[in-house]
């Protein structure tokens, strides 16, 4: 074995790559979070501000220099209480210092991964790959992050003067962590700098992320959609039950679209900035044409105009023109594909939806469909949601506004959960199938297409030999056991040979045509192992909204204006609050966890309040009809309320004068205060409670309860029923019409 080769093996690119990313996406959410409370002065650490004002002026001005005893004046202050500033800012400090070691690993590995002259293509080793330009964009996005914490050097700096203070020396991390602070004044800039050496390694990487998005229907417009009948069941009966092929790597299919455009504009910067490749150029910039706004880190966002083609000598002027343009188109023309893009995904959920409630043994062979359909829809979701709360600096239009108006957001966004709550009903469904598939049509392949490698080394056929054992050794009986499945390691195992047969010094060559079929079915094997052991985390990779939860203006909107004009699917708002948590199940920093729980609680109570307030408003309009109609008839002959109540006739009336008024407001709190104080409703309970008081029957009152209760409800659920309301909204409004009669 050659030098170059156990070199590849001691390297352990991959477990690098993995844990890098893990935490590059931990430091990210603390950052987030600081940045967070250094914004909101009721959070802010006290000792950012007040009397300690004069201080921070003093070392935001000299930074990074310390000069302690040339400036006791100005920090008597700060040696007074150093002990309290150490406590406050010490977790904040720390952050930067784990932030200062992360971008040194990143630069090493990525250092080792030059040398190693490893060939990165999205759609041959796509774990990789993905681990790979996901590092890029999370080490770009961390230092945007950073530069965008106004009071960092006041951080690190007033932290120091403390330190030197308690200490009597200056923290030993404090002079490479201030130098970090000021070369990442401009991250932009910093950053090409730092990987443009990268550049040989980067643009086939990213060159096979642009060619998949050019060639497959991510970025096609819905009428092409319909064309092809994209994701739809029922486009060809004859093959319904078969399972759905896929041109390219499977894993691609339901990939974010968000994050490959997010690759494409970071890495685009090494592009724009000075390559001579005109076809490259060419496709980053119909790329560029979809979206003009790019997410950093949930709520935080990257705008290429504002902090690219503002840097003074950054790219030339033809280059300038050409972005301009390209984001002009993505201003202009993109909402109103994106619209109609949404109304095909609706229909598309719906049917899927449909078919696999009716036809649960569906879902198992057509999941991909079912996961692509999410992932495209939360794309649509997505990309309204930032581009609604950063909207273009042009002028707009009336056309404009209509198309970032989404009266269908809440229709969307219940078949989704739809979808997801089938894929979680019938778990078993799919562990059974999939556990066949994997043991007999992929393990057959693989071990068909492997036994045809020429070479292969000692290593790499260790790992072969353990895909082949592990996939052999599952059993249907399992799952009726409810025996749980662990294949991370095969997942690890694969991504482990990716980076040793994608290395230039490798034996095998991962590109070469005789080894494409034996990549595309393993990479097939290792998505249908995660839906054995990793189901849910499928699940929120395609259909995540918790995004909502730092868009709660967007939010409480989108309610309003669905209780409005959707109130069938309103009841959706309350329901996505329950993804807020899992999009925050982060180990390096689980003190938001009680944060965006209380703020998951508050919004999913505050929907359902307004849901109850609604419903109460219909059960009263239902009431004010009735008392319209006890008016006109007469009271039965024994005065019992129970055959006073509406007949059948009158219940019908009442759905037809219902219907009639359906697009018509409903009746406003001060007309439910007057229906309240009616005689009509006073005569009627008093009527009730003397009749059930003279009553000798024990079980008058529970039978009088029931009738009263029952016909009211029949009147109204009926029809709520007519218009499609699912069984949580039917309990929602039962609960509203509890409350408003008690």
């Known amino acids: ?54 201080s921070i002026k003093a070392i935001v001005r000299k930074f990074p220099s310390i000069d302690i005893k040339n400036s006791a004046k100005e920090f008597t202050y700060v040696k007074s209480n150093r002990s309290e500033i150490i406590k406050q800012l010490s977790i904040y400090y720390y952050t930067f210092v784990d932030i200062l070691d992360l971008k040194e690993h990143i630069g090493t590995l990525m250092t080792a991964i030059d040398v190693l002259r490893i060939r990165f293509n999205i759609m041959v080793n796509f774990d990789v790959t993905r681990l790979y330009l996901d590092l890029i964009s999370n080490f770009f996005s961390l230092m945007m992050l950073v530069a965008k914490v106004d009071r960092r050097k006041a951080i690190v700096g007033l932290f120091s003067y403390a ?25 932009v800039k910093k950053f090409c700098e730092d990987f443009h050496t990268h550049i040989a390694v980067l643009f086939p990487a990213i060159g096979s992320v642009m ?72 496709k980053w910039l119909t790329i560029l044409q979809k979206s003009y706004i790019y997410t950093i880190f949930r709520d935080v966002v990257f705008d290429i105009q504002e902090d690219v083609l503002n840097i003074r000598g950054y790219i030339n002027n033809k280059r300038r023109k050409d972005v301009k343009d390209a984001f002009r188109k993505a201003e202009t023309v993109e909402p109103a594909l994106r619209k109609d893009r949404r109304l095909y995904l609706i229909q598309i959920l719906k049917e899927l939806s449909l078919i696999i409630t009716d036809e649960a043994g569906l879902i198992a062979p057509k ?42 957001l809440a229709e969307l966004l219940f078949y989704m959960e739809e979808l997801k709550a089938l894929l979680r009903k ?32 000692e290593q790499e056929s260790s790992m072969i030999s353990t895909f082949l054992e592990t996939l052999s050794n599952l059993d249907v009986q399992q799952v009726d056991d409810q025996t749980p499945f662990d294949l991370k390691a095969l997942r690890l195992d694969w991504l482990r040979m990716q980076v040793y047969c994608s290395a230039e010094a490798s034996m095998i060559d991962l590109f070469a045509q005789s080894n494409l079929n034996m990549c ?27 995004m909502f939860c730092f868009h709660g203006t967007l939010l409480y909107s989108a309610v309003s204006q669905a209780l409005q004009c959707d109130r069938k699917h309103v009841i959706v708002f309350p329901i996505i609050c329950d993804d807020f948590l899992k999009g925050s199940d982060n180990v390096f920093c689980p003190e938001e966890r009680q944060h965006i729980g209380k703020r998951s609680l508050e919004d999913a109570d505050s929907f359902l309040q307004r849901l109850a ?118 309990k929602c409004l039962s609960i509203g019409y509890l409350k408003a009669i008690t």
Not at 163 to 169: I, L
Not at 226 to 254: G, H, N, W
């Open 1 to 54: 074995m050659s030098h170059s080769s156990m070199s590849i093996y001691r390297e352990k690119i991959a477990e690098k790559l993995t844990i890098l990313n893990d935490r590059a996406v931990g430091m990210l959410t603390r950052m987030f979070n600081i940045k967070k409370a250094c914004d909101d002065a009721n959070v802010r650490p006290s000792c950012l501000g007040g009397p300690y004002d004069a």
């Open 613 to 730: 307030e609604q419903a109460s408003k219909i059960v009263f309009e239902v009431c004010d009809i009735q008392i319209e109609y006890q008016e006109e008839d007469s009271v039965g002959s024994d005065n019992d309320p129970r055959t006073s109540f509406p007949s059948q006739f009158r219940r019908n009336r009442t759905l037809e004068r219902i219907s009639e008024s359906k697009e018509s407001s409903i009746v406003t709190l001060e007309d439910i205060d007057v229906i309240n104080k009616s005689t009509y409703v006073d005569r009627w309970a008093r009527e009730s409670v003397r009749h059930i008081s003279e009553s000798e029957n024990d079980d008058l009152l529970e039978d009088y309860a029931r009738w009263e209760f029952g016909e009211v409800l029949y009147v109204l659920l009926i029809n709520l029923m007519q218009c499609g309301l699912n069984s949580l909204l039917l």
């Open 211 to 282: 060619d998949y998005l050019l060639d497959s229907p991510r970025l096609q417009t819905a009428t092409a959609w319909r064309t092809s009948q994209l994701m739809s069941l029922v486009a060809d009966p004859q093959i319904i039950i078969s399972p759905v092929p896929c041109k390219y790597t499977a894993q691609l299919e339901f990939f974010p679209l968000d994050t490959m455009e997010k690759w494409v504009a970071i890495c685009g910067l090494f592009i724009v900035s000075g390559t001579e490749d005109q076809q490259l150029v060419s």
């Open 520 to 546: 595309s079915y393993m990479n097939l094997a290792c998505w249908h192992s995660r839906v054995l052991d990793d189901l849910e985390n499928l699940i929120m990779e395609t259909g995540d909204l918790s």
């Open 163 to 187: 330190y030197e203070y308690e200490k009597g020396e200056t923290d030993s991390n404090y002079h490479r962590l201030g130098t970090m602070i000021v070369e990442f004044e401009n991250p």
């Open 367 to 408: 999941l991909i469909n079912v996961l692509m359909a999410l992932t495209y829809a939360r794309d649509e979701v997505l990309w309204l949601l930032k581009h609604s709360v950063n909207p273009a600096p042009r002028k707009k239009t009336s056309d404009y506004n209509e198309n970032f108006n989404e009266p269908k």
């Open 426 to 457: 019938y778990n078993n469904v799919l562990l059974k199938y999939y556990v066949q598939y994997l043991s007999g049509f992929d393990h057959g392949v693989l071990k068909a297409t492997t036994g045809n490698m020429t070479v292969c080394p």
